[in-house]
């Protein structure tokens, strides 16, 4: 356990490939969560946002995988291009993406000013 603590401590990209799926799955809970509360709530959506969740970690994963094995190679024209460096750039991208879209939504959520959710109340009391 030390090893492994220390491993993700002195590693940022195998950080943020742990520190990913928890951001995806956040944004995921926090999207179903805004839409049951708008009842529109639908689970083949639900089930489409973890199924490209999925596949997009599958990918990172592959990647990182491919990348631990053969780290730097050489394009002609392009140089020396290094996996690891490239990927660690992509996988904070998308942990920055999906920890903003979780943030963004959670914060509707929490704001009763911008909340559809009194929006759609106000609506049904007068219509």
Excluded: R
């Excluded at 356990?1 to 993700?8: C, D, G, N, R, Y």
């Excluded at 089930?47 to 050489?74: D, E, H, N, R, Y």
């Excluded at 000013?113 to 106000?122: A, G, I, L, M, P």
């Amino acid at each position: 356990m030390a090893q492994f603590i220390e491993l993700v401590s002195s590693n940022t990209t195998v950080a943020a490939l742990i520190a990913l799926p928890f951001a995806m799955a956040a944004n995921i809970l926090v999207g179903a969560s805004l839409a049951n509360l708008k009842h529109s709530f639908n689970k083949e959506v639900l089930w489409k946002g973890i199924w490209k969740a999925l596949q997009i970690f599958g990918t990172i994963a592959l990647l990182f995988a491919a990348g631990t094995l053969v780290p730097t190679f050489t394009v002609e024209g392009v140089g020396v291009i290094e996996i690891g460096s490239t990927l660690n750039y992509i996988i904070l991208g998308g942990l920055g993406y999906y920890s903003l879209a979780a943030l963004k939504s959670l914060a509707s959520l929490l704001n009763p000013s911008t909340n559809e959710v009194e929006k759609q109340k106000d609506e049904e009391v007068v219509g």
